[in-house]
């Protein structure tokens, strides 16, 4: 019997899958649980173009990020914060939040999230930082912190 997958189901397959059981699993196990749904042709015709409108918003959300990370490559973002007199430790840290917030004023809505330290930022300086996507896109933006 064929079932469409409403959730993933262990060693049989993942949400949205169309698979291949036998009745009484799908009669005894997958539907009393909602796990999944009898593949009627109305279904698979549904579940066919769900999945294309799927695909279709990945690649313009795929295309919308590639595109931002392209206007924010080698973007130099700015920090005037006080330090101490004698050496140039900040009070405090720049954190991916505070540049998150930075490239907001900008114009680039950036989550704190896909913004990517070596480590800390506590001195000083010039400094990298990396704006990375799931899908393997990334930028990378250079983080300027002067004295106030």
């Known amino acids: 019997m064929k079932v469409i997958l409403q959730k993933d189901v262990k060693d049989v397959g993942r949400v949205g899958e169309l698979v291949n059981v036998s009745e009484g699993f ?3 196990f997958l539907f009393p649980r909602k796990l999944a749904a009898e593949a009627t042709e109305k ?3 549904e579940y066919d173009h769900l999945k294309r409108v799927a695909e ?6 795929l295309a919308e990020r ?11 973002v700015s920090f005037k914060l006080q330090a101490g007199a004698d050496s140039d430790k900040l009070f405090g840290t ?8 930075e490239l907001q004023k900008m114009g680039h809505s ?3 999230r896909d913004i990517h330290l070596e480590e800390p930022i506590k001195v000083l300086g010039q400094h990298k930082a990396v704006v ?11 983080i300027a912190v002067e004295r106030a």
């Open 26 to 28: 799908a009669r005894n």
């Open 43 to 45: 279904r698979v015709k």
């Open 56 to 61: 279709a918003k990945k690649k313009k959300a």
């Open 66 to 76: 590639q595109e931002l990370l392209n206007k924010i490559n080698g973007t130099t």
């Open 94 to 101: 720049v954190t991916t939040t505070d540049i998150s917030k």
């Open 110 to 112: 950036v989550d704190r």
């Open 132 to 142: 990375r996507y799931a899908e393997g896109l990334e930028a990378k933006i250079q």
